[in-house]
Nanobody, 117 residues
Framework: QVQLVESGGGLVQPGGSLRLSCAAS????????MGWYRQAPGKQREFVAD???????KYADSVKGRFTISRDNAKNTVFLQMNSLKPEDTAVYYC???????????WGQGTQVTVSS
């Protein structure tokens, strides 16, 4: 099993910044992808960004140039630096880990990000 624990959410004004963290523990294989998804009220969960264990990154068009994903493989931790936040970024942000060897995905419990003046 894999456990994911997110932190770093909160309330921020438009134009502000937040940094999310997600620490993974348990049966983590060396080759995996960690990422972030988000779900706003009344909407489906959507992809935000992910990063492979080799460092390759992908971003949703809506966050390109504003969000940066990174990871510390030694600590099995992924980060999401969110800058120039907009009200439409308000959502619950979920951490995801995909183990390539077992073809299994795991989710964190979510952390609320609210962008409002």
């Amino acid at each position: 099993q894999v456990q994911l624990v997110e932190s770093g959410g909160g309330l921020v004004q438009p134009g502000g910044s937040l940094r999310l963290s997600c620490a993974a523990s348990g049966s983590i294989f060396r080759i995996n992808t960690m990422g972030w998804y988000r779900q706003a009220p009344g909407k489906q969960r959507e992809f935000v960004a992910d990063i492979t264990s080799g460092g390759s990154t992908k971003y949703a068009d809506s966050v390109k140039g504003r969000f940066t994903i990174s990871r510390d493989n030694a600590k099995n931790t992924v980060f999401l630096q969110m800058n120039s936040l907009k009200p439409e970024d308000t959502a619950v942000y979920y951490c995801n880990l995909f183990n390539s060897a077992t073809v299994r995905a795991y989710w964190g419990q979510g952390t609320q990000v609210t962008v409002s003046s």
